[in-house]
């Protein structure tokens, strides 16, 4: 395997030059596979505990004020120290991003889609060891940080393509006397606030759709997770970005994101996080600030309350295995996870029986050692989690879990918990719980079922598990969120072809990995030149 420090390639226009296909995923099951990541996370745990700079326009700087990332699977372990970026430091890093908006802007599209194709050629060659500082950042297992890897590659791939497509584009028709253009124009100066669950893949494709569009870039990582940012910075310097394109600047979201989003020069934020979080950025983003020309544009993606319907006509092994993934994988830590399980009563026992089956075969443990569920993020989510579950002992019947997975380690390990007989409109049916907690509850038939996943403030995924064409097409009309699934669990959007991004109080609908989603990084300029 390539190390960090190997030279990284030019991208080659014949790489790319086909049509666009996903990276392909890891099969650990192969021996030479599986000995590969167990040397990546060796190699990797060598270099934990490293300190890393801000940089801005180009220059390291240090601060007084620490971030300190941690295992969340042995929470003694240091991962990365990072400096921490202060209301001082927007100013500097906003005229870092405006001064080189001024060429990089101009810079013609052809050598921005380079470097995105060459940042994933590099990706590419050094994947599994990305992977491996997924395992320590956030505790993800070997499957789901190659996900996101993968995904992150993709993004490099797709918006490359993209952006080239764009370039091309006509206007619909040319009048008689005229030659008619429209040019997709960068915006500005964007902030770039990703989470820490993907913190690689979206943390990288709202950076790289805003650079490969034109504009520059302040982004503020997650405390949680500002390492594997910082790796993936260092990668765009490697790969030929120039300075102050992308200015890197982990800091506390009350002081230093807040300071960015109400900047009067900041165009654009990419947000994604909680629903309360963005309704924060929204709110400041429309208040005009002095000196503000400009109406600031918002793209959020703000969580779910996700929910797979299994009709009594199902194939109910299939379901089964489908709510198990989708509620579990990552420790049910993504905004498109499956929270509730909304069952037929005519299959409701039988389902809970098999599901109850298949949970408990769930091994909660070190992701290093690839076990299916790691930890959760940090204390505070352990704690708000097992909050979450005691409610839930109260309002419903516990079926599996339910407790702190003491035996897994000193991490922040929480059983994977079914919670049964949850009653509609009650806390553990409403609220994003962020964690390995699936509430179960009975529908008198596939109407009621629809009503219940409707009965929500969010949007984001659904799944249905029926064998009824005339269900599932009316699953596509009225099951109201951003990213539906037949008979397949509600998570693993792939780049292209499932566009991502939901409605109501789950966001924007920015449909990341989409073929609309460089339209909210630009704006369209119109020209009309009379020929002489």
């Known amino acids: 395997m390539a190390t960090l420090e190997a030279p990284v390639r030019p991208a080659r226009a014949s790489l790319h030059s086909g049509p666009f296909v996903t990276e392909p995923f890891f099969d650990f099951r192969n021996e030479e596979n599986a000995r590969r990541m167990r040397s990546a996370i060796a190699k990797v745990r060598g270099q934990l505990g490293r300190e890393y700079d801000l940089i801005i326009g180009g220059k390291r700087v240090k601060t007084t004020d620490k971030i300190k990332s941690l295992n ?22 906003m005229q870092a991003a405006l001064k080189a908006f001024e060429s990089w802007s101009r810079t013609s599209i052809e050598e921005r889609a380079a470097l995105l194709f060459r940042v994933g050629d590099a990706m590419r060659q050094r994947k599994m060891e990305y992977m491996a500082w997924l395992v320590f950042e956030v505790s993800k297992n070997w499957a789901e940080a190659d996900a996101d890897i993968s995904e992150t590659i993709d993004f490099c791939e797709f918006y490359a393509r993209e952006a080239l497509r764009f370039a091309k584009a006509q206007t619909p028709i040319q009048l008689p006397g005229e030659h008619d253009t429209l040019h997709y124009i960068p915006l500005g100066v964007g902030a770039v606030i990703p989470p820490w669950n993907f913190p690689c893949a979206i943390m990288a494709g709202m950076t790289l759709a805003s650079i490969v569009s034109g504009n520059t870039v302040i982004l503020k990582p997650s405390s949680d997770s500002p390492t594997i940012a910082a790796k993936f910075v260092e990668l765009l310097e490697e790969c030929g970005m120039p300075e102050g394109v992308v200015n890197f600047c982990p800091g506390a979201g009350a002081s230093f ?10 165009r654009y934020i990419a947000f994604t996080g909680s629903r309360e979080v963005g309704l924060q950025i929204n709110k400041t983003a429309a208040t005009q600030a002095p000196g503000q020309i400009w109406v600031k544009r918002t793209i959020l993606e703000m969580g779910g309350k996700d929910a797979i319907i299994v009709d009594a006509d199902a194939d109910i092994d299939s379901a089964v295995e489908g709510v198990a993934q989708a509620a ?65 002992k109260k309002d419903g019947r516990l079926i599996t879990g339910g407790e702190r997975a003491t035996n897994a380690g000193e991490g922040y390990f929480i059983q994977p918990t079914v919670i049964a007989d949850i009653q509609p409109r009650s806390k553990l049916e409403q609220e994003e719980i962020f964690g390995p907690v699936l509430a179960v509850i009975k529908a008198r038939g596939f109407d009621h079922a629809l009503e219940i996943a409707n009965d929500t403030e969010f949007g984001l995924t659904g799944a249905v598990y029926t064998s009824s064409r005339d269900k599932i097409d009316r699953a596509i ?38 073929p609309d989603y460089l339209y909210l990084f630009t704006q369209a300029k119109a020209v009309g030149e009379k020929i002489a």
């Open 72 to 93: 969340p699977s042995k929470p003694s372990e240091i991962v990365g120290i990072h400096q921490k970026a202060g209301k001082e430091h927007v100013e500097p890093a």
């Open 257 to 266: 994101g807040d300071a960015v989003v109400g900047h009067p020069k900041t």
């Open 328 to 392: 579990f994988g990552f420790q049910g830590q993504k905004c498109s996870a499956c929270s509730r399980a909304i069952v037929d009563e005519r299959v409701y026992d039988k389902f809970l029986q098999q599901l109850k089956a298949r949970v408990e075969q769930i091994k909660v443990g070190d992701p290093a050692e690839n076990a299916n569920m790691g930890a959760v993020i940090n204390e505070g989510s352990m704690k708000t989690i097992l909050g979450y579950i005691e409610q839930g």
């Open 477 to 514: 009309r009225e099951f109201h969120v951003g990213n539906l699934y037949i008979n397949r669990k509600c998570t693993g959007a792939m780049v292209g072809a499932h566009p991502f991004g939901g409605f109501n109080m789950s966001g924007t609908d920015s449909k990341s990995g989409g």
